[in-house]
């Protein structure tokens, strides 16, 4: 089955200062690879998505990331932080290809110190 | 809004009884997911519909719990004979089948059991 691991629990980053938030996948078929953020008392909200072509994707909120294969990771950065993008985040990845079960990773929480 | 809808938001029962949860889809959505959300943890899958068909039950899906998608359009999910480790975030989620995995979560039902 296809999983993700998230390495860092807990991020706390200054305000505007660069963050990096690390995913690395487990799969041996095509993959497909998402990014979800969860402000606090809400929903996921879908960040951004690697489905095929550019390994570099751009999502919202100035955030992007860069697929890997060969190190299996897929890894989400920010150049500059603010207040607002305090929140969990989670990397995501479907099931078989076909089958959009998603299987989350068990998240990192972005704290933003002003 | 023609986003994901959960009701209600916020559910607080005694051990023993039973509770039900509604989700209403993205209307053009056949799939709808159900996932259960612990505190620190990512998003664990229950279960998902097709249309009114219900395809696949994760393990964590005991006989307590039943969810049921009638008409193919909103969704039920009914914790029978609750108990304290049911305390929770549902999460629901609806999507295209069109084989990417993106998920449109709503803003999930909040249990919590004394």
């Known amino acids: 089955a296809q999983s993700v691991t998230q390495l860092d629990s807990q991020v706390p980053v200054f305000e505007e200062a660069p963050v990096e938030l690390r995913c690395n996948y487990s799969?041996?078929?095509?993959?497909?690879l998402f990014w979800y953020v969860q402000y606090p008392n809400q929903g996921l909200q879908l960040l951004l998505k690697?489905?095929?072509?550019?390994?570099l994707v751009k999502g919202i909120n100035g955030f992007e990331a860069e697929f890997n294969k060969s190190q299996t990771s897929f890894h989400l950065r920010k150049p500059s932080v603010h207040i607002s993008d305090t929140a969990e985040y989670f990397c995501a990845v479907p099931g078989n290809f076909g089958n959009e079960k998603l299987t989350f990773g068990t998240g990192t929480r972005l704290t933003i110190i002003p | 809004d023609t986003g994901v809808s959960q009701d209600p938001r916020h559910k607080i029962t005694k051990r023993g009884q039973n509770v039900t949860f509604r989700c209403d889809p993205i209307?053009?959505?056949?799939?709808l997911y159900w996932y259960r959300q612990t505190l620190g943890q990512g998003p664990e899958f229950l279960t998902y519909f097709q249309n009114e068909a219900q395809l696949e039950k994760s393990r964590l899906l005991s006989d307590r719990f039943s969810a049921e998608r009638p008409k193919g359009s909103f969704s039920t999910l009914e914790i029978q004979r609750t108990e304290q480790g049911d305390s929770a975030m549902y999460l629901c989620a609806s999507s295209f089948p069109d084989g990417t995995g993106e998920l449109f979560f709503g803003e999930g039902s909040r249990l919590t059991v004394l």
């Open positions: 209307s053009e959505h056949n799939r």
């Open positions: 799969s041996s078929v095509s993959v497909y």
């Open positions: 690697y489905l095929s072509g550019s390994t």
